[in-house]
């Protein structure tokens, strides 16, 4: 038999050791089957459908845990991408699986007989403990919007989070069809639903933390009056039938105001009152070709604004610490205007997926206002930097002025080699920079378009800071 080297021997014993064998004689032992089942289905519960199924074949230990776990049932997730299952096998799914169904997320298979089905499965036993839910009717030209399904009330005790999209709401004289008292994320897409309906779902959730509202048809104003209300996330559509007016009325809780505005929108307004947490605003937009239009008007106060410009300053908010954009053309007019508006800005996210046809020179144009204006800004992002005459003098007057900035991130199509970022380093007069302590990097990035998707899960998703919502590819945050 040949005698194991010392560096096996010393793999064996780190081996073992993390596998809790301190002896090299001492035998392996499964920590992890010895605990309780209950423990065993909470975790095989976390792993996607697929995975959690596999676990059956490690041992007989384990065959039992994964039918009676807590199931997560995401037709429309990584499970079942390039797979299209018919009613009979999520029927099958359902009735097989021994556990209770945590979450439920699936779209109609198709316009015909698939509101039929999804309201079958919304009355299966197994989802008598549901806590999330998501559903998304299939919308045909050529047929009105089925109706919400009646059944969904019957989760009212249990639901915590649901994403209803492609139904109408009844008319119910002031009573919603759904008492949701434990839910804390709503989302509402492509949905009919009047205004005294929509009153009425949002009093029936006196829990709600995260709001998302996107092409909603049949009621032209919203009016939030919400205690506990920390996001809220908009997405207005083509029709002139579409939300037109949102008023923030009394947030006080509220932190996030994300609106995501489409190629071509209806005008918007919307109008903050009173929310004097707000500390992020994202006025984004999924623009890339041509030049946008700046659809939606905010208000804050008497103050009024576009996302590509100031209309109106005539009150400044010193709650907003981070401001993100989509601009199609960088312009330096426009930051500035941003930066008197909120004073106490921190954190800048800009894109600008467009030409450079403004010039942005400033040495002479701001002379007077640079000693005036404070600039607190500590991190920015650039997405789309492409190191031309117009891209630079924007850069440059942060790099010259912002003295209290910590890092910069310039984000470049491509890899333009170190020679280029060199000759940036120069143009930008990095050397002369405002900030000591001031970071630049430039960072080789495809980053796509605000994706509808990633936008609504973060409006939901309140474990992030600020906009951690930005989707790298490389998964790292400039801002944490």
Known sequence: MAMATGAERGRRRRRRRRLGAEDEGEELVDRISHLPDGILGDIVSFLPSKDGARTQVLSSRWRPIWRSAPLNLDLIGPDFTGKRLNAGDVSRILSAH??????????????????AALDGWLQSSALDKLQELKFHRGISSQHPPPQLPASVDRFSSTLRAASIGGCSFPEGNGVSPLQLPLLKQLSLLDVRISETSLYALLASCPALQSLLLADI??????????????SMGLRHG??????????????????????????????TTVSVISAPKLHVFAPLGDHDIGEAVGSVTFQFGSTVLQRFGILSLTMVV???????????????????????????????????PGGSREKNTWCRKYKNLIGTIEIRLKKIVLAHYRGNASHVNFTKFFVLNARMLQSMRLELHGNPGSAWIERQHGLLQIKNKASRDAQFDFVASNRPLWAFDAFAEQVHDLSTTDLDMIPYNNHRNPFS
């Not at 029709?239 to 609106?259: G, K, N, V, Y």
């Not at 921190?346 to 600008?352: F, P, V």
Request: hydrophobic share 35%.
């Open 238 to 267: 083509f029709s002139d039938t579409d939300l037109q007016e949102l008023i923030i009325e009394d947030a006080p809780c509220l932190e996030r105001l994300i609106c995501f505005e489409k190629y071509y929108s209806m005008k």
């Open 98 to 115: 021994q556990g209770p169904v945590r979450r439920f997320c699936t779209r109609d298979m198709y316009y015909g007989n698939g509101s």
């Open 217 to 230: 048809k049949g009621c032209s104003r919203v009016q939030i009056v919400s205690p506990n209300l920390r």
């Open 318 to 352: 010193h709650s907003v610490k981070f401001l993100a954009l989509t601009w199609w053309d960088l312009c330096l007019d426009m930051v500035i205007n941003f930066l008197k508006c909120f004073p106490c800005l921190e954190k800048l996210y800009i894109k600008t």
